[in-house]
């Protein structure tokens, strides 16, 4: 392999096989490399655990801002009449 700067050659090391995943390295896990003189040491770290799941309203934000500013500006207007309290005014309060 070659250094993409210099295009000098670079050590390289590779490893693949099935005997990999057999000892714990499945494609895509996440490695903990520990460097000594003569002596690379690779453990197979445990994979991050997924985040939660987004709440529904950040899911609903997100479609509302997809939508064109007039559209964004009638759900604000709806949000605003009906989340503000108005003075009753009929009999039946």
Not at 29 to 58: H, W
Request: net charge positive; aromatic share 6%.
């Amino acid at each position: 392999m070659r250094d993409w700067q210099t295009h000098e050659p670079a050590p390289t090391v590779t490893l693949k096989g099935y005997w990999l995943e057999d000892a714990g390295f499945a494609t895509g896990t996440p490695l903990k490399i520990r460097v000594m003189p003569g002596c690379l040491v690779l453990t197979a770290q445990e994979p991050l655990p997924a985040p939660p799941p987004e709440p529904e309203i950040m899911q609903t934000l997100k479609k509302v801002c997809k939508l064109p500013i007039r559209k964004q500006r009638q759900i604000t207007d709806f949000n605003e009449m009906i989340m503000t309290k108005k003075a009753s005014v009929g009999k039946w309060d």
